[in-house]
């Protein structure tokens, strides 16, 4: 089986490594050419574009930042689903939002090809080791069709048709970037009010809202702390679940909040640091 | 050692249970008096005023719900700061604001009285059993004076002056009460995005965000949940931390828009409720 992958940022360079590891026959594409030089060197072809990619490959994988991207690598007259023989399945890891990703899906099922929306939650060493946590979403023969590739990745579970394992995605990124702003929120209260973060903790104890805030103030105050999910990607995670929401007529105050707090701290320039860092635009 | 308890709510009647059964003379106050008959037949005492209640106490614990009832229980004429004999010491276990627990300090320290404050974190059945855990803010000299009492309800620390302990204790509720804000909204999100919250939740497994979203979304689904905190005070508490950090110059968007959500909800007619009920708002 021929494998495509196509956007080697944080996540997908090291899904390609992973990928090499399981003995896949690797093809990789990636918008600066000199990111996909080490993986050449370990035996992965280096394509010129998606659609050349895409042609060579019986899955293809596309983990790229946005739906800015995803319109270049798989919808533009170089990308993948222009590009794919019949019979071959895209599985498209981004995290995007259910309608767009319905939308890819018609472009693909037009040429004959499968589409799997396939988002991941996990950090680049899960990534690394093969231990991502994979929502599906497609039709269960396509899911089939690619399921060595998803073994090779991680856990993966068939949540519903293709858009559900977007909608899970963004139900839980929702959630935990929500969380990371409220917990900088009260970092902030905290310092501003004198109370000493640790001490705040032990009284907190055992309870689960304690040890969220343990795990997220740590990352907040340690400024060694590795990047495992920037904050610009957060930030357009949270547009997305927005747009989501209003499609179905929900409003989500906290949430927009929630984003709006991200897009300042974007505006501010922290947008490659971790989303944790969000902290940082909320300090005197 | 005699005390006195003013305030037979859910908290207050379990912390004067517990304290007959360690041993100690107890005086309750409270406004319904029926609430205190079943303690006097256990052998409290009923005072017909927090001032009568007061005069016969070495220590005075006041749990009640807000800053208007403790102008009420400690500062009106008919009040235990009015009433308390100088050396005695009032231990104010509602959860407050720092700038009011600072008034009533100053109030009691004019009648030579010490005042603690002393919010605390548990629940009704830790109440009963003495396992709270308790901040504390005031001068060592007067915690000193109050710790046998403090022993027979919980765990507590002395956090630093007067109005520390409310500080701590507003910095825990404001992300305690931001996280259900969050949670709600999240679940409202998966139910309308047809996300199952099960799944949801097995898929993000052992993550301290998955173990607070299980915590809470299952109190929101389980109609049979008992009150554990009623979500009037929850609105209650948001609002004195936004009044506490707007004091401080500081502003908390995202906790704004909690203290809507929950007054909101309160206006709909689930104050009464636990406060993770605020997801009925939300809900279609």
């Known amino acids: 089986m021929r494998v495509g992958l196509i956007g080697l940022g944080n996540m997908g360079y090291r899904m390609a490594e992973r990928l090499l590891d399981e003995g896949f026959q690797l093809i990789v594409y990636n918008r600066t050419r000199e990111r996909a030089l080490p993986l050449a060197e370990r035996g992965a072809e280096v394509a010129s574009s998606p659609r050349e990619l895409a042609y060579r490959a019986d899955v293809i994988i596309d983990m790229v930042s946005d739906e800015a991207a995803v319109r270049n690598t798989l919808l533009s007259e170089d990308g993948a689903i222009t590009g794919a023989r019949p019979g071959a399945v895209v599985v498209e890891m981004s995290t995007l ?37 994979i929502m599906v979403g497609g039709d269960e023969d396509v899911y089939e069709r690619a399921r060595p590739v998803l073994d090779a990745l991680g856990s993966h579970r068939l949540v519903g048709p293709v ?24 970092l902030a209260l905290a310092e501003a009010m004198g109370v000493d973060p640790e001490s705040a903790l032990e009284v907190m104890g055992e ?55 991200f897009l300042r701290a974007k505006r501010l320039g922290l947008g490659d640091l971790d989303y944790s860092k969000v902290f940082r635009s909320l300090e005197d």
């Open 97 to 133: 939002y259910p309608q767009f990703v319905r939308e890819l899906e018609e472009a693909a099922r037009e040429r004959d090809i499968g589409l799997l929306d396939a988002p991941v939650l996990g950090s680049t060493t899960q990534a690394r080791e093969g231990r991502l946590s």
């Open 163 to 186: 858009g559900m394992g977007t909608a899970y995605k963004l139900v839980i990124n929702a959630i935990l970037i929500s969380m990371v702003g409220v917990m900088a929120e009260g």
């Open 207 to 261: 309870h689960p809202v304690g040890k969220a805030a343990g795990y997220y103030w740590r990352r907040m105050l340690d400024d060694s702390a590795p990047v495992r999910f920037a904050l610009r990607l957060a930030e357009k995670d949270m547009r997305y679940v927005l747009r989501t929401a209003a499609d179905l007529v929900r409003e989500l105050p906290i949430m927009a909040e929630v984003q709006q707090t």
